[in-house]
């Protein structure tokens, strides 16, 4: 592990309470394989140590092949033997008249807001998407696919000032009702009674995409019983639960019904993933989770933190509009991207690692906190990270290694990646929306 990666390392147990002492030396922790400018493996090496760290693992047994490989779990996927397709056609950077936008539409109801804000028909095809926004300009292009409920972002350059300011913020806010955070116990390894360490835990899983069900999915990891619910009108894509919802029971249930409350009221941890201002209209902000069920642990995370409210986004958005895009450019003409989803994965680690510390505190402390972060938060820490001239050279992706497991789900095979934690398995994925919506 680099120096910068133990810099985030040791600030992030600082920000969770541990003391100076829980800070593993540098030198035997791994360097992870994913090749990029920016230090992509560094943050991640970080990310899942403190999760291993928070959770009482030996984080000297942490490999970085594997969690590189977990930061392309993607990559790694197959629903019966064939990998899927993982983007729509309507997702990517397309040029306009005088720069660069990214969109976002693997969800249908964002792939039919973006077709009707630039006058396409429902078969329209990438082409048609190209030519279509290559008459626009930047602001134009995206004022007009966000003001028809889409997802469009312009691809911005860096601004190191921005990024500084939103340095000088933790990277997991945690508050508690009665002052700051004391040191937490001294980070063990795995129970000796075989108990995970987060065995009798009640999770509520509100999120989507990728770095909430991370988070979730490394909760399960270590024992909590996890429940995720969504809106039964909004399935998931098969293939992101199926990647993400290892060791979780699932159902549908609409965010308005008594049942929701109940559900709330019964769990240890509500992990939220939606945008702040839906999650307030549905009585389900953090605050609201809180008076109604004092002893909660409530973890928050957003796109664009919490002082954007309304606005919605993705990894990938993040990234074109934090700056991160123009510097991994492959050519200085055409955006790039980092080498996995790293903004969500590791925000994901990051807020397991909150969870989990505060779960471990005992007792009634730690309770009634709530911890935040963001996808944009996580992109301020690498862009202040050091960064190299170019990439190294492209490593593998592990296929075929023992970074992989089977499953059968639904009467299928599925093969995904194993955890990044070490010395742990993942359970099977249930299909989406097959489990009931109860404790």
Avoid: C
């Amino acid at each position: 592990m680099s120096a910068a990666a133990f810099d985030v390392l040791s600030r992030v147990l600082r920000e969770l309470g541990f003391p100076a002492h829980a800070v593993p030396d540098p030198s035997v922790l791994p360097q992870v394989p994913l090749p990029s400018r920016l230090a992509t493996g560094d943050l991640a090496a970080a990310s899942v140590a403190a999760a291993a760290i928070a959770a009482g693992l030996d984080p000297l047994a942490l490999r970085g092949d594997r969690i590189a490989a977990s930061y392309r779990s993607d990559r790694l996927l197959t629903l019966g033997g064939a990998a899927p397709a993982v983007w729509s056609r309507y997702s990517g950077f397309w040029r306009t008249t005088d720069g660069w936008i990214r969109t976002h539409g693997n969800y249908p109801h964002h792939a039919a807001a973006l077709r009707r804000a630039l006058g396409l028909l429902e078969d329209a095809d990438a082409d048609a998407v190209a030519t279509a926004v290559s008459t626009l300009s930047t602001a134009f292009a995206v004022a007009r696919i966000v003001g028809a409920g889409g997802l469009a972002v312009a691809v911005d350059r860096e601004n190191p000032g921005t990024d500084a300011d939103l340095r000088e913020r933790p990277l997991l806010d945690v508050r508690l009702p009665y002052g700051s955070m004391v040191d937490l116990p001294e980070p063990t390894v795995i129970r000796n009674d075989g108990r995970a360490p987060l065995a009798g835990i009640r999770v509520l899983d509100l999120t989507r995409v990728i770095a909430g069900p991370v988070a979730t999915r490394t909760l399960a990891l270590l024992g909590a019983d996890v429940l995720r619910i969504d809106p039964p009108t909004l399935p998931e894509p098969e293939w992101q639960h199926l990647d993400t919802g290892h060791g979780k029971r699932t159902a549908p249930l609409d965010a308005r019904s008594p049942a929701m409350r109940e559900l709330a009221d019964g769990a240890d941890v509500v992990v939220l993933g939606y945008r702040p201002s839906a999650l307030a209209r549905l009585g389900l902000s953090p605050e609201a989770l809180l008076a109604r069920n004092p002893r909660l642990i409530v973890a928050q995370l957003s796109a664009w933190g919490i002082e954007h409210p309304d606005s919605a986004g993705f990894d990938s958005l993040v990234q074109a509009a934090s700056g991160i895009s123009w510097i991994e450019s492959p050519d200085g003409i055409r955006p790039g991207v980092l080498p996995a989803q790293a903004l969500d994965h590791s925000a994901g680690y990051l807020l397991a690692a909150a969870v989990t510390a505060l779960v471990r505190r005992g007792g009634d402390e730690g309770r009634s906190s709530i911890v935040r972060t963001s996808l944009r938060r996580v992109a301020a820490e690498l862009l202040g990270m050091p960064r190299t001239p170019e990439p190294a050279p492209p490593e593998a992706d592990g296929a075929g290694s023992d970074h992989s497991t089977q499953f059968i789900v639904d009467g299928r095979v599925i093969t995904t990646t194993r955890p990044a934690l070490p010395g742990l398995e993942f359970a099977a994925p249930h299909a989406w929306g097959s489990d009931h919506a109860r404790w």
